[in-house]
């Protein structure tokens, strides 16, 4: 991966990772980063990478967001 497509990735990342992050449990921001961009390379659409960045962190962090009603 080039500089450029990492920048674009990265920022991807942080958009969707304020969407958790505003509703999550204090956390560390690389955790939710490092599932997210692993998903992403593995294939997975946004909204597929941001729920299994989600799983991890319930999973393997015990990081779990509220249910919305």
Known sequence: MDVTAM?????ETALHHGRFEAVAP???WWDWYA?????REGGSTPDES???AGRY???AKHIVVPATP
């Open 26 to 28: 204090q956390h560390d």
């Open 35 to 39: 599932a997210y961009m692993v998903a």
């Open 57 to 59: 962190m319930a999973d």
């Open 7 to 11: 920048t674009h990735l990265l920022q």
């Open 50 to 52: 941001s729920a299994a």
